[in-house]
């Protein structure tokens, strides 16, 4: 299978670059494509811009944008990894999503009616973030942020959701806590 990763985080000591490497190591262990965009290491311009959006209603994006979309494209199933950081998704992942899934691409409307254009892809999305699951749900912050991304973005566009992990606390796990969550990732991506 074509498994594409879109990583989000800066820092390579992390606990969602160790997710990130879990997943990648365990697919390829079974001798799936792995393809990993890195969104910090490519420097990946999060700005979306008037000539972006003025170019994606007439179906022409920039290089880099056309470069994501083609692995985009190639991918069968797709993982997003990234933090929880002010209740929401890092800005070069925002931006990432704001240029890449372009209308014409991602998405359209027929007839004033909306279609995802990703269909028969599947979405696997990982998420740290450092406030406990029960205080999330306290506030209905775990609903939200499924909302948001699963509905709001991934959805829309077509994909079928796989599985959305939340690893909570994670600015502070322990080693058990953090063998824990490797192994679910492993055992999840064991096809």
């Known amino acids: 299978m074509k498994h594409l990763i879109i990583y989000a985080h800066p820092n390579a000591g992390s606990l ?65 990894i990234y933090p929880i950081w002010w209740t929401g998704m890092p800005a070069i992942m925002k931006g990432y999503i704001d240029r890449v899934f372009s209308y014409g691409f991602a998405y359209r409307y027929d007839a004033g009616v909306q279609k995802g254009l990703l269909k028969g892809k599947r979405a696997t999305i990982i998420n740290t973030h450092g406030k406990s ?47 824990e969550w490797t192994e679910i990732l492993i055992t999840s991506y064991k096809i």
């Open 16 to 80: 969602n670059f160790h997710l990130k490497q879990t997943v990648a190591q365990t697919l390829e262990q079974q001798n799936h494509e792995v393809v990993i965009r890195d969104l910090y290491n490519l420097n990946f311009n999060p700005i979306l811009s008037l000539k972006d959006m003025s170019g994606q209603r007439k179906g022409k994006v920039s290089k880099d944008v056309k470069k994501e979309q083609e692995y985009i494209s190639w991918a069968e199933h797709i993982t997003f």
């Open 133 to 179: 699951q029960a205080e999330y749900e306290s506030i209905g912050m775990d609903k939200a942020l499924s909302l948001t991304s699963d509905n709001g973005i991934f959805a829309y566009c077509g994909f079928d959701i796989a599985k959305h992990f939340f690893f909570d606390q994670a600015d502070r796990p322990s080693p058990q806590r953090v063998q």
